[in-house]
């Protein structure tokens, strides 16, 4: 069994406080510290993610990617969390391999009453670089910002754009490059 977080309490802290911050800066690359090592195909980021927000309470679904038994031992091991069969029964989803991902839409996009009861997509990509790419505009974006992703379907975009006209229902997404991490809310828009 990987080591999980080297202080569990003041590094899932961290990782809870940059996630928070990457969500509110939607397009901004953070560097997540986190365990040395996170069980294959997992990035580091990922599992950090996992291992800061993801309990007992939050059933979790892996896509055929992320779905290894290592994974499995280890999340069920350091985070306990239940496993789930279809994405739309889970509140955290771990994909894996983007360019296969499903579509937003079969995940819980919440309800007009309780849209917090959505999914939190974390989702492992090749590359992520601040300043080129898309145009990204919102809520926590000073005008605008720019960002490339390597590694996602072409579909991913209108997909996003999408989720973003069912505020205050939709998904909202973690990229994970590495030890990098980066968010868009449903409050996100997108432009190419």
């Not at 590359?127 to 072409?154: W, Y």
């Amino acid at each position: 069994m990987l080591a999980g977080l080297v202080n569990p309490v003041l590094d899932s802290q961290r990782v809870f406080r940059m996630g928070l911050d990457a969500m509110a800066h939607p397009g901004t690359v953070v560097e997540i510290p986190g365990p040395e090592a996170a069980p294959r195909p997992l990035h580091l980021a990922a599992a950090a993610v996992c291992l800061a927000l993801v309990d007992f309470d939050t059933p979790l679904w892996l896509d055929a990617g992320a779905a290894s038994e290592d994974t499995r031992e280890f999340l069920r091991f350091y985070c306990g969390c239940p496993l789930v069969d279809e994405p739309r029964l889970a509140r955290f989803a771990l994909i894996a391999k983007a360019e296969v991902m499903p579509e937003l839409s079969r995940f819980d996009r919440g309800t007009d009453e309780s849209p917090d009861r959505s999914a939190t997509l974390v989702v492992q990509v090749s590359a992520l670089t601040e300043g080129q790419g898309r145009r990204l505009t919102g809520p926590g974006i000073d005008g605008e910002t720019l960002l490339d992703v390597e590694g996602l379907p072409s579909r991913f975009w209108g997909w996003l754009r999408e989720n973003h006209g069912l505020f205050p229902r939709g998904v909202d997404v973690l990229l994970t490059a590495g030890r990098r991490l980066t968010a868009l809310p449903r409050t996100t828009r997108t432009e190419n």
